[in-house]
């Protein structure tokens, strides 16, 4: 089964995180998963599939090579639907981060990423396709558990933003209110009609 790290999780962090998959202590706890990042798979400016600031591109191509699971420290990517419907269709199992992983230093991510690392790989071996979870930002004592974050397919494309021949629609805005002024010259309008049709 592989798994990518992408391009939001620091790539030192990464990069001991694969390092510790070589210990016999961690060996136990990852067999039968190849850690990869984002990078291995990240398409080019000159490349066809090059999108500037996606990462369906990346995504596309992880799940042509058989790709089984994505850890992502881009805590706002759940927060966008194209991306998030890329995740579903593909039958990845995400990881994710609390929001405030992303304001920590590169220590404390490490050390969390250390201390949930029995739990995220057995959830990457053992969780539904198209499921995704949340690494809490805590160290407990034990027993802890990752966070269903999972949503099925209706509440993706309801996610998805309304749009209508093209142009976004508006939702519920509020009736415009008269500008200061308004009611003086409307009036002042009808009685000319008023006057003009007498």
């Not at 620091?10 to 510790?20: L, M, Q």
């Not at 250390?114 to 160290?139: H, N, Q, Y």
Request: glycine share 6%; with cysteine.
């Amino acid at each position: 089964m592989k798994v990518a790290f992408d391009e939001h999780v620091p790539t030192a962090i990464a990069k001991a995180f694969i390092a510790f998959v070589k210990e016999r202590a961690v060996q136990r706890i990852s067999k039968g998963l190849i850690w990869e990042t984002a990078a291995d798979y990240a398409p080019k400016q000159s490349d066809n599939d090059y999108r500037r600031r996606s990462d369906v591109p990346w995504l596309d191509r992880f799940a042509a090579a058989q790709g089984h699971a994505v850890i992502s420290g881009d805590v706002k990517m759940r927060r966008r639907p194209h991306e998030k419907l890329a995740l579903y269709q593909h039958g990845f199992v995400v990881i994710f981060f609390e929001h405030q992983w992303s304001e920590w230093n590169f220590f404390k991510k490490s050390a969390l990423m250390l201390w949930w690392r029995e739990e995220i790989a057995t959830k990457i071996k053992t969780a539904d396709k198209g499921t995704f979870w949340i690494v809490p930002c805590s160290w407990p004592a034990k027993d802890g558990q990752l966070r269903n974050a999972s949503l099925g397919l209706a509440k993706l494309l309801k996610d998805a933003p309304a749009r209508t021949a093209g142009k976004r629609t508006v939702r519920n805005r509020p009736p415009k209110k008269p500008k200061r002024g308004d009611d003086t010259r409307q009036a002042a309008f009808l009685d000319s009609l008023n006057g003009a049709a007498q």
